[in-house]
């Protein structure tokens, strides 16, 4: 409420400045909006700055720009006739990824904080490197967070900052910490999996610790707890985990339309995940740079049978749904075809015609149909 009143009456003193007839917020104008951005701009910032961050500008006048909304929505009588602001008055900040660390930061960063003497330290830094939860699903987790399903244990992630839950794999490494953790410090009946010795919930600010204390240790800068969760991110990629897997691990629900099919099923995410774990695993013992073209054996298998090639055009059936019926591809509903194809096509419709195939021609006719409208459009 403060931020917000503070937004508010910086533009009321450009108004009183520089347009004392207006009144009434119904007067506000595009004019005045216009004029109220470079002078805002022109504004010292705090401790002396010459000029406000893009932060400051892209606050207050986001703030503003939600007041007039909010007023047109309520429909206040006092309201402009229309939203005086568009979207493209406040400014787009950079939100760079916080940088991933290295294979040898990372493995230092681990060593050091499996010495600490606080089992939590090292149990924090460990969690966040296998899981890359975010730091407010780590500390949300519930007591029957972990759950046991066939052979594999699995992480329950709670609903979070993009309101859905999640599950997936848990490394073994992290199962004997946990339980070893609980049976020392958790007392029975705690709602959390892993608050603090003295009972009280984790939060940010002390994870944040945690990861500096161990990164002091081992002689690094300051390491932001998000860099973990983009080191194991890296770490994978480059040991030839799918971007599906990672997205469905991490929670990306910008991939949610690709992982509709992507996302495979839990049990090849599961495989993936230790396959690349076991690479990560060895990253650990031996600092040494790990080669980057390892190949899960589910991908490998997915790239070979997926999207097969076929003489004329592709089939794009996946690779879980078998197929006995190799010899009448075109008429499938998984076949696809493109224009690079068409001279086969044509020599195909041809034999068929000459052979007095008729299905087989209009199979053809039909196809050749499709490519040249897609042509045509």
């Known amino acids: 409420m403060s931020n917000a009143d503070q937004c508010l009456r910086v533009f009321a003193t450009y108004l009183l400045t520089h347009h004392r007839e207006v ?21 010292p910032g705090r401790a002396g700055a010459p000029r406000a961050n893009p932060a400051t500008l892209a606050h207050r006048l986001g703030t503003l720009r939600m007041f007039f909304l909010r007023i047109d929505e309520w429909g206040w009588d006092d309201a402009p006739p229309r939203v ?42 460990e969690f966040l490197l296998r899981t890359g939860l975010r730091v407010g699903e780590y500390t949300a987790l519930a007591a029957d967070a972990v759950v046991l399903i066939g052979q594999t244990h699995w992480l ?89 897997a990672i997205a469905a691990m991490l929670g990306h629900k910008s991939m949610d339309m690709t992982l ?41 298998r997915l790239r070979r049978e997926h999207a097969r090639m076929l003489g004329n055009g592709y089939c794009t059936r996946p690779q879980a749904m078998d197929c006995v019926y190799e010899t009448i591809c075109e008429s499938c509903t998984f076949f696809q075809t493109t224009i690079e194809f068409r001279p086969t096509l044509l020599a195909q419709r041809d034999d068929a015609t000459a052979k007095g195939q008729t299905r087989r021609t209009a199979i053809y006719d039909q196809l050749l149909s499709n490519l040249d409208n897609d042509a045509a459009s």
Do not use: C
């Open 23 to 43: 009144t009434r917020i119904r007067e506000i104008g595009r004019v005045h909006i216009e004029g109220y951005k470079p002078w805002l701009a022109a504004r």
């Open 84 to 125: 005086p602001m568009f979207p493209g008055d406040v400014p787009k900040q950079r939100h760079p990824l916080p940088k991933a660390l290295d294979d040898q930061a990372a493995s230092r960063l681990l060593v050091a904080a499996q010495a600490d003497r606080r089992l939590l330290v090292a149990l924090t830094v």
């Open 156 to 244: 329950h992630v709670p609903v979070g900052k993009l309101h859905e839950d999640r599950y997936l794999p848990l490394h073994p490494r992290l199962v004997e910490l946990v339980a070893a953790y609980r049976a020392t410090h958790v007392p029975q009946g705690h709602r959390l999996l892993l608050p603090r010795e003295n009972g009280k919930p984790l939060d940010r600010h002390t994870v944040t610790r945690f990861i500096n204390k161990a990164g002091a240790a081992a002689g690094l800068g300051h390491i932001h707890p998000h860099q973990l969760r983009h080191t194991l991110a890296t770490q994978a990629i480059n040991r030839g985990m799918s971007l599906e």
């Open 260 to 300: 509709v099919y992507a996302k495979i099923a839990n049990r090849t995410v599961a495989e993936e995940y230790f396959t690349v774990a076991a690479k990560v695993d060895a990253l650990y013992a031996h600092p040494a740079q790990l080669p980057a073209d390892d190949l899960g054996p589910n991908m490998a």
